[in-house]
């Protein structure tokens, strides 16, 4: 009797076989999706350990003005410290070869002889610079990759005012810069950002640091509290000028990277979990239609002596072939799409090697949680089969009600013809299976939206930041604050057309238990190159006294306009002031507290001294603004709003964007398959009725308009019940993708709103078309067989 039963399983899924590819294809989505996602965040991890561990990622990090290298064996002795590596860092300027815009580098010494201690570098090609060699160095793989550089190449530098010719030993990767970022931008700029690493002692006696240092990094011995180790490093460096210690967290590449792989779990928790709803719920829908349609056949099985276990077992069973085939397909798919991802992630991230990990707990887990889901989704519809009585499931299910439809009953029938009316009855006859229908495509239509929204999200984001707050030219960064007369020597330069001024300083706030690493930005009122915003959107003043914080960051540290709190500035005198908060700025990337510069200065005890300049240059002369500002010292970097829209754009581009534009494509099949399963659904319930119609004098033509009429109107009817889903669904990633690096505005163009309903009537009229072939192919003897 078991193999009977099982001959009818295979029986019923290969007579459902087409519904059954378009739920596998649904399955398959989520199990991919979640593929992708964790065994993607699994193989950056394990890259990314790797690679620290084996180049010897420090673990603690301090920058100081200066201080003897004798302070090195004074480090050394605080408890818990393992290792000590002191070096020269500072800025440079760039020439390259057939690239005319302004390059910004950052000099790292290495040893005179041999690897460093700690940020070890990985060689792709040629070697590190000769031993104690004034004109060599290994240059950043992104920034060789950007402009074709290669070993042997030359670069013209300028370092501490002083130019002088450097060749390319080799090109390298460092932990320390697994994320090539330039301090102050938001996003990678790998043509305009380079790192050089040069031997030490030509580097020190470039930055006039013989017998000196000004960076020095830690790595920690196992079970040391950290905060312990900064807070002695701090008190050691403080006379030198240092700027507060900090941990591996607030390094700036490994925080980036761990805000990217953050959002990357954030996904993972949605998407995949949206993907597999839509599975369960569409499953629900078909089994339920099943059970229905087999009442006869569960009697016959109980009448033969099957067991409620047995019976229940068999629908299981057939859930579970579809989730096979659904989860066979997903982890293929998911396997190959996660291995992609992966090296897209790993190429930007600048690992020198990917380790693609697709453990079998994530692939386990990916199959179980759709299994899951399945059966959940059909529970009830399960129970109803092994609940259903022989005698009562002998019966035929008891006909619908035809009493007269509201429109009858207004008198609107006139204005319709018998199979306009004939469609409105069907649908009014089950209201919660019409109810069910249109559900089920108004998912399918949401999550379209899903993968569309971020694209909206990032675009939004470019049009508030760079063109509604940030709208200069270019930003020009001094080495050190510098008077303000500065301002008016670069504002009489040939070619620019506005100069405003900033002050940029580094603090810790401090708010109760709470404290944060940033800057406070200095504006002067009244300017148009760079403006802080309000919830409105428009620019807002900034107090004479007090502190403006993005809304984000006063969220981060629990306090509120007219709250107040503790300022420790992390360079000069390092004064500590308790600053009220005046108000709020909306500011969707990075964090930050705003004043106005000379109540900044005033905090500072400085006078009038700036960070830098926002310029405003025609763009006719641009390449002749960036010559002459490339001939002063004292300027160390250059940077082009354009090249950060263009960085952003590339950054979102590879990284949430690829993602996207995979979810999108998975989300048409789950599209397609949905409302086909809706179409094919409604096909077998009307199959006997349609056939009654033809034996009556009805043409094939009248009863294929009846059947995908009704599609027709469900589909209709649910594509707006999708937007509105829709939005929900990219509300709830917004919430969930909300980081230090950005926070995602709940934006939907009406682009968005459009393609979703383009994708879901384009399924409808392909599934419509597949139904009226079926419909012209009926057998009219064998559908209108009645059960006794």
Known sequence: MIRAINRKLLRDFWSLRGQALAIAMVIAGGVATWIISYSTIDSLEQTQSAFYQEYRFAEVFAQIKRAPTTLASRIEEIPGVAEVQTRTIGGATLQVPGFGDPV??????????????????????????????????????PFAEAHGLQPGDALQAIINGKRRELRI??????PEFVYQIRPGDLFPDFERYAILWMRNEPLAAAWDMEQAFNSVSLSLEGGTDENRVIDR???????????????????????????ELAGLKAMARIVPIIFLGVAAFLLSVVIGRIVDQQRDQIAVLKAFGYSNLQVGIHYVGLVMLFVTLGSLLGL???????????????????????????????????VGVAAAAALIGTLRSVNRAVRLPPAEAMRPEQPGDYRPTIIERIGAQRFFDQPSRMIIRHLERRPLKSLLSVLGIAMAGAILMVGLFQEDAIDYMIDLQFGLSQRQDLMVTFTDPTARQSLFELATLPGVLRAEPFRAVGVRLRAGHRTWRTAIQGFENGGDLYRALGADLQPIELPPEGLLLTDYLAEQLGVKAGDSISVEVLE??????????????NELIGLSGYMEINALNRLMKEGHVISGAFLAVDSARLQGVFDDLQQRPRILGIAQRDASIDAFEETMGETILVFAFVNVLLAGSIAFGVVYNSARITLSEHARELASLRV????????????LGELAMLTLAAIPLGFAIGYGFAWLIAENLTSELYRIPLVLEASTYGFSAMVVLIAALLSGEIMRRRLYRLDLVAVLKTRE
């Open 104 to 141: 910004t580098a950052q000099t790292v010494s290495i040893p005179d002889t041999g690897q460093p201690a700690l940020n070890r570098l990985y060689m792709r090609e040629g070697r590190l610079p000769e031993p104690y060699s004034p004109n060599e160095a290994a240059i950043s793989e």
């Open 169 to 174: 030993s080799g090109i390298a990767l460092s």
């Open 233 to 259: 490093l701090d008190r050691l460096l403080e006379r030198y000028g240092g700027t507060g210690a900090f941990g591996r967290d607030d390094q700036l590449s490994h925080e980036y990277l761990s805000q």
């Open 332 to 366: 293929g798919l998911g396997a190959w799409l996660g291995r992609g991802m992966s090296g897209i992630y790993s190429d930007f991230f600048r690992f020198p090697f990917l380790q693609y990990v697709l453990t079998p707990q994530v692939a386990l887990s990916g």
């Open 572 to 585: 000069g005198a390092r004064p500590v002031r308790s600053v009220p908060v005046v108000g709020l700025v």
């Open 696 to 707: 009556l004098g009805f043409t094939r033509g009248e009863i294929s308009y009846i059947l």
